[in-house]
């Protein structure tokens, strides 16, 4: 019995002074941590080297009298070096600051167009490999220098990195296609066949006054940065995507200008692939649609109005589109994911074209069948300028 | 040597219940046998009498002659205060002096003992004695003790009567619907309470007494026919051989009996008002009445009866169904909410949305401690205010109670010791420990060392714990009947995570109850009928099984 | 000989069997690596022809209904090679032991806990499953009906929440891989997960039941498990597309992208506290089977007594058995299942067959007439 009390009171001893005797790993207090808000990559004067820039959300004590103004100055951190990977750059980082970095809420990635035009296949491998990485990570691409728009100081938000998760959480609800995450970013990286989009944003600056705005997307092809496409252009492949929610589609003719609202935009896609590896796409563009402003159009009474723009919207969606897609063609960058449509529809024949898709992309067809609905016309049933017309007759 | 002396002190963990059982065959509070007996000299009876009560000043002598000219002489024994005066006049001393034996032949010497009490005595209760610890002992339970010259026994009249409380509502189960009625601390009265629920014959009452010093009576009632024959033999067992000085509150018998005594969780329940008792025997338990103390030991216990308030049954289902499921996640949140912060704070921030966490780290920024000790430190604050609430006398004791809380609770924010989150956090802990008084013990308890596993190993060292007390639950047993039962689905599910309609609930737990299970013979709810209808129209309603 | 007093019902059988398959649910990157996009179906067939190797079991189980593995084994093949095919098993529920241990540290140290050492983290394990085991069959499957439902519900909800970043055009290519690979695919699901099933021929005598008739709760647990695992795959591939063989732990990367609205975010406790869950319960039967087999086999009445030290080795043979995670993976692809092949396929096959060669298990009435004779 006396082994028994022994052999009990060193099993329960044993464990409780390990976990004891020990300091408690993984335990960091919460101020011991630096939150990473932002990452900035740019490219170094040196053409292997990175410039790092972080943005570390800074954390305000309660108990130091509550009469501190908000000035931008006290939100945000900014941490830069200069490295050759971007793991190098953060253990100098954790060498030289007071605090652990906290990368688990990260909200967004961005990459100066220099280091984007460089290529960064190659630069993105801490974000996929790391514990702390996450693939919600948004990505994009800065007009010039990432750490600008980074260190920006806005009206609207203290730390700009979560501005930039905000504004795309808003744009995320226009479409999906708006948001590029890490993961989205990656997949395409790795197909080698569609080529990944990026939006870019830019830090403008009025009258003392910095604000960072969406300049369009940009188009990579083998993680390099080949071209852009504006802000138009990039509400066609929106629309050529699909499941669009909250557009807005502006069409101009000799009679006016309508603006309509998207109530809902949904595209089918449907490829076929010609013995010759010739594509031919044919985009179904189905889309409800609300008149939301009407500017001129005297002179059309409300049946024929309607007719009209349902056709003026119906070839204005075909115009974007297209335009988008040819300019798509002229870069020779698949955004749309045809070859991987290719691929799930024929199998057996992609394996042969697979390789050749870059030389075939550039002869794809376009068939674009757009139906417009306009269920209602808003609050007013005719507008000003066509009631005078009416009494003057 | 450290060693060895911590093996000295858990040597007690070697004794196990049986070594102590096998020991003390018979029973420690039966009567031991050699025993002085009542003699035919008055005097040498009372000598033994007052010497038998230690010669305490409150035994009263009252000698007294009797019969045709005063010709037999007898002696009243009794402890002033524990008789009720006018019984003991009126049953007693009354018909004594005014007897008048008729005819010509008076009684024995030694047939006055019958004589009086078949003939004289107007008493409900009296008993012959032969011994004298008999005596002694009907004196100290608050008899009278009557003696007679020249006669070999002695009687012992029932005239109990001393300041009891009466019967109010019981203050730590206070309900908003239902009986308001409370057990007291005398034996009789609650044993009336549950005999006036459960007007049937077959709810046995054996009499048992427990502690060599202080005698205490003990009730066991049980359902004869629905109560489990072995539960009762083991409970019987258990009481008979307790080996103890003094039983002052039912938590002693408690203690005595339990099935786990270094488990955190109760295994024998207790209740203070007879309706949860009654409800309790018509399932099959056993109760157990202690003389002294209100409240009542059922047996056995099961975990879910911690979660179950009288009120669930007279209440309406969905409501009640609402409550239950409620007081669940109560019991889980004060046992798991301070760990779960420690873990996520300190271990697991990605888990929290990065709004919140710059909130939380905004109150941190500045407090001197790590996150373990300020919750540590609420904890420990927050049981100090609620034991120092029960202490402090009740004119002070509300206002204290309340403005120390909060001007306590809102000082230490602004000085900035502890962090406002964290105020929150066992705020809500404390508040929901309320919802389960029951368990409160094992909640503190159970808190501390989840803390603690939080704190050194994270959410892993939780999920440890968590498991670790789910199997610990699992295999206690009290007294033969698994305790977390009623969650699986082989069990009685009706009554345990929400409570279904009572014309739902056809069976007694089938753990419980033996015999006699079924409480209804029909599963359809209440039908309405109306008297002019004819009977025709209830054929719908027929017997189901 | 029954060591263990304790008996459990037909559905907490059932539930525990659902529960080990469950167990193998989180860590399906074995098997998504190899058949990238098409894993769900070779997950489906694989349960198919594993039918037949479900009834096998049963058949087992039915024609020995009192007797466990080791004691089939000895009644089958004699006391000689019995005893030293029981001892091979003893080896296999051992390493089997030890490798869930692994994994859970492993895993664990992954996703939530970086920096603790592997050995605190299998000593806790190890010390609360020496707690149930010590108490019994009864304890170790108490709670398996508790885990088989709440990993259902968690796994719904997260399967709720990331359903609007599911596409379906990522399973699409279909049959694009070629043929050895879903063969390969396939070996892996029938060993790996399914063909674990055998550790259940050892505890089948604990189940009260009328003629032991356990094909119904064998079938149906199996099932059970079968879903879930389903339903762990298909976001899987449905989210991660063709990211889907990079990643270590597709499943945690998928909760991570949960985001409805801002506060449904960082769902990744759900994957932990499944993890953590079924994990323990597979490990905790493990160890119970592997201690009971071996309290068998050298006629130890007690079987506690083994418990600690059963736990102390299978933690210090997790330690040697791979140096890493990666070897771990790879072994799991292509060793492992043929290792495990001979131990839940070969040797109940060719026991079964002898048995019914031999005209075993002897009723009551054929032994007697034997000893009249």
């Known amino acids: ?393 | 040597m450290f060693l060895g002396f911590i093996i000295r002190k858990l040597r007690f963990l070697n004794n196990s219940r049986r070594s102590v059982c096998d020991n003390s065959t018979e029973n420690h509070n039966s009567v031991p046998k050699q025993e002085p007996k009542i003699k035919k000299q008055l005097s040498n009876n009372l000598d033994c009498l007052k010497e038998m009560l230690s010669g305490s000043s409150d035994l009263k002598i009252h000698p007294f002659r009797f019969g045709p000219d005063g010709k037999f002489t007898g002696t009243l024994a009794f402890i002033d205060g524990l008789v009720d005066n006018p019984t003991l006049t009126e049953a007693i001393l009354r018909p004594i002096m005014s007897w008048r034996p008729d005819g010509k032949t008076l009684p024995e010497a030694q047939e006055l003992a019958d004589v009086f009490a078949q003939v004289v005595l107007c008493a409900g209760d009296v008993k012959e004695a032969s011994l004298l610890s008999e005596l002694a002992s009907g004196c100290l339970a608050g008899d009278t003790a009557v003696l007679l010259d020249g006669c070999p026994a002695g009687l012992v009249v029932s005239t109990k009567g001393w300041d009891k409380r009466s019967v109010t509502e019981p203050q730590s189960e206070t309900v908003v619907r239902g009986p308001r009625e409370g057990f007291t601390e005398n034996l009789r009265t609650n044993t009336a309470l549950i005999r006036r629920k459960i007007k049937n014959g077959r709810l046995c009452v054996v009499n048992m007494t427990v502690g060599r010093k202080t005698r205490t009576d003990i009730c066991l009632m049980y359902l004869s026919g629905v109560a489990d024959p072995k539960v009762v033999e083991t409970v019987k067992y258990r009481i008979d051989h307790l080996d103890v000085d003094s039983i002052l509150d039912s938590g002693y018998i408690e203690e005595y009996i339990e099935d786990a005594p270094f488990s955190p969780f109760a295994t024998v329940g207790n209740s203070e008002k007879p309706d949860v008792v009654a409800g309790r025997l018509l399932e099959g338990r056993v109760a157990i009445v202690v003389d002294g103390t209100p409240f009542v030991l059922t047996a056995p216990m099961l975990f879910i009866e911690s979660f179950q308030t009288a009120e669930d049954y007279y209440t309406r289902p969905l409501y009640a169904s609402m409550m239950r499921i409620i007081r669940f996640f109560g019991y889980f949140i004060t046992v798991f909410v301070p760990a779960i912060y420690i873990a996520m704070t300190a271990f697991h921030q990605e888990l929290i949305p990065t709004t919140l966490l710059f909130t939380i780290a905004n109150a941190r920024e500045g407090t001197p401690f790590p996150v373990f000790l300020e919750t540590f430190i609420m904890i420990f604050t927050f049981e100090i205010l609620r034991e120092a609430g029960i202490r402090l006398p009740r004119p002070v004791g509300q206002a204290i109670s309340i403005v120390g809380a909060l001007i306590m609770g809102d000082a230490a924010i602004s000085a900035g010791l502890v962090g406002a989150p964290v105020v929150i956090a066992v705020a809500i802990t404390a508040v929901a420990g309320f919802l389960v008084p029951n368990q409160n013990d094992s909640a503190s308890l159970l808190r501390v060392i989840m803390m603690v596993l939080a704190a050194s190993v994270g959410f892993y060292g939780l999920s440890m714990g968590f498991l670790a007390v789910l199997l610990h639950l699992g295999s206690l047993t009290s007294f033969g009947v698994p305790y977390f039962d009623g969650f699986a689905w082989t069990s009685n599910l009706q009554d345990s995570v929400v409570r279904m309609p009572l014309w739902s609930m056809i069976r007694r737990p089938r753990d419980i109850a033996c015999g006699d299970i079924k409480r209804r013979h029909f599963f359809i709810p209440p039908m309405r009928p109306y008297a002019s209808q004819d009977e025709d129209d209830f054929e719908g309603g027929g017997e189901h099984e | 000989m029954r060591i263990d007093k304790g008996q459990i019902s037909g559905t907490q059988f059932m539930f525990s069997v659902a529960c080990f398959i469950q167990a193998s649910a989180l860590l399906a990157t074995f098997i998504s690596t190899v058949t990238l996009q098409d894993s769900w179906l070779v997950l489906l067939f694989g349960a198919v022809l594993c039918l037949p190797l479900i009834w096998l079991y049963r058949t087992l189980m039915v024609m020995f209904p009192d007797q466990n593995l080791l004691q089939i084994l000895v009644e089958v093949y004699g006391p000689v090679v019995g005893k030293v095919i029981g001892v091979a098993y003893i080896w296999f529920f051992f390493t089997l032991a030890s490798l869930n241990l692994t994994d859970l540290g492993n895993f664990t140290k992954l996703t939530i806990m970086q920096e603790t050492p592997n050995m605190v983290l299998a000593l806790m394990c190890v010390l609360v499953s020496a707690f149930a085991v010590r108490n019994g069959i009864k304890l170790v499957t108490r709670y398996s009906t508790l885990f088989a439902v709440i990993t259902f519900i968690l796994l719904s909800i997260g399967i709720i929440l990331i359903l609007n970043q599911i596409k379906l055009e990522n399973f699409l290519p279909m049959f694009d891989q070629p043929f050895g690979k879903y063969v390969q695919g396939i070996h892996i699901i029938s060993t790996i997960p399914f063909g674990e099933l055998v550790v259940f021929l050892m505890i089948h005598p604990y189940v009260k039941l009328s003629r032991r008739n356990t094909t119904k709760y064998l079938l149906l647990g199996f099932g059970l498990g079968v879903i879930t695992i389903l339903g762990v795959l298909l976001p899987n591939i449905g989210v991660l597309g063709n990211l889907l063989d990079i990643f270590t732990l597709p499943t945690l990367v998928i909760l991570r992208l949960v985001n409805l609205g801002m506060a449904l975010s960082r769902m990744e406790i759900i994957f932990a506290v499944i993890l953590v869950m079924l994990l323990f319960f597979k490990i905790t039967l493990l160890y119970y089977v592997s201690v009971l087999a071996t309290a068998q086999l050298f006629k130890v009445k007690a079987y506690r007594h083994l418990a600690l030290a059963a736990g102390a080795l299978i933690i210090a043979y997790g330690f040697t058995l791979y140096p890493s995670l990666v070897e771990h993976a790879a072994s799991a692809q292509e060793i492992t299942p043929f290792l495990w092949t001979p131990f839940e396929i070969l040797i109940p096959l060719l026991t079964f067959c002898i048995a019914k060669l031999r005209k075993l298990p002897k009723t009551s009435k054929e032994m007697a007439k034997e000893q009249e004779v």
């Open chain 1, 1 to 393: 019995m006396n082994r028994r009390i022994r052999l009990v009171a060193s099993v329960i001893l044993l464990p409780v002074l390990i976990m004891l005797l020990s300091s408690c790993w993984d335990n960091h207090e919460l101020d011991t941590l630096f939150i990473v808000t932002g990452v900035a990559l740019d490219k170094a004067d040196d053409p292997e080297q990175l410039d790092i820039t972080l943005q570390i959300g800074k954390t305000k004590s309660n108990t130091s009298g509550s009469g501190e103004s908000n000035s931008q100055q006290d939100s945000t951190i900014l941490l830069k070096t200069t490295a050759y990977t971007m793991m190098e750059g953060l253990m100098e980082f954790n060498r030289d600051s007071s605090r652990t970095l906290l990368l688990q809420h990260n909200q967004v990635l961005l990459l100066g167009s220099a280091l984007a035009e460089q290529g960064i296949k190659d630069r993105i491998d801490l974000f996929l490999r790391d514990h702390e990485a996450r693939m919600e990570v948004l990505v994009m691409i800065a007009d010039g220098r990432a750490d600008k728009v980074l260190s920006a100081k806005l009206d609207q938000e203290k730390i700009s990195g979560m501005f930039l998760a905000r504004e795309m959480q808003d744009l995320y609800a226009v479409s999906p296609y708006y948001k590029i995450r890490m993961l989205d970013f990656a997949s395409r990286l790795r197909d080698g066949i569609t080529s990944p989009v990026a939006p870019i944003v830019a830090m403008e600056e009025t009258d003392n006054k910095q604000e960072i705005k969406f300049n369009g997307f940009a188009v990579f092809k083998d993680g390099k940065m080949i071209g852009r496409l504006n802000n138009d252009e990039v509400m066609g492949y929106i629309w050529a995507m699909g499941n669009v929610k909250k557009c807005g589609v502006v069409a101009d003719c000799d009679m006016g200008r309508a603006v309509f609202q998207i109530i809902n935009l949904d595209t089918e896609r449907d490829v076929t692939l010609r013995p010759d590896g010739v594509v031919r796409v044919t985009l179904s563009v189905n889309a409800t649609l609300n008149i939301g402003e009407l500017r001129g159009f005297k002179g059309k009474t409300s049946q024929d109005l309607m007719r009209y723009l349902i056709d003026l919207a119906q070839s204005e969606i075909r115009r974007k589109i297209t335009d988008t897609f040819e300019t798509t063609q002229t870069l020779n960058a698949d955004i749309y994911g045809i070859g991987t449509s290719v691929h799930r529809k024929y199998p057996k024949e992609w394996k042969e074209f697979k390789n050749r898709w870059n030389e075939l992309f550039p002869d794809t067809e376009l068939d674009v069948q757009v139906q417009v609905h306009l269920p209602t016309t808003g609050q007013i049933i005719k507008s000003m300028e066509m009631e005078e017309t009416r009494r003057e007759d």
